[in-house]
């Protein structure tokens, strides 16, 4: 487990709202799918804060992130698509910290990022 320290408000919202009453892998990645389909705005910026062998962005790039990938994309981890070279490109959602974006996209986001780090899974 992470050394990230728990917090309450954000567990119960994760089990009360975005994992309830999914038992199993596949249901957990659709209810967090749903859950931040819901409550993300489009077209939000992003600031890259981790970087990942998969994705070409480096440590305090921004980006515009425009929707959510494909749900058979996030089977395993979140990703959202951002806008790449004129086109879209799917990243992971944990890559990147909101730099503006309303309370609740923010709230979202926030939410996926301390269930990565406190490395929890589906």
């Not at 389909?37 to 910026?45: C, N, R, S, W, Y």
């Not at 490109?89 to 910290?97: F, K, M, R, T, Y």
């Amino acid at each position: 487990m992470s050394r990230v320290e728990t917090d309450e408000a954000r567990e119960h919202r994760i089990h009360m709202e975005i994992i309830v009453d999914c038992y199993g892998e596949e249901e957990r990645a659709m209810g967090w799918y749903c859950y931040l389909q819901d409550k993300l705005t489009f077209p939000f910026l992003a600031r890259c804060i981790a970087r990942r062998a998969t994705s070409p962005l480096k440590v305090g790039d921004e980006v515009d992130v425009l929707g959510m990938a494909p749900d058979e994309e996030c089977e395993r981890e979140m990703f959202v698509v951002m806008r790449w070279e004129g086109e879209g490109l799917a990243v992971p959602l944990s890559q990147l910290e909101v730099i503006h974006a309303s309370d609740e996209a923010e709230e979202a986001v926030n939410d996926w990022l301390y269930w990565s780090v406190r490395g929890y899974r589906f």
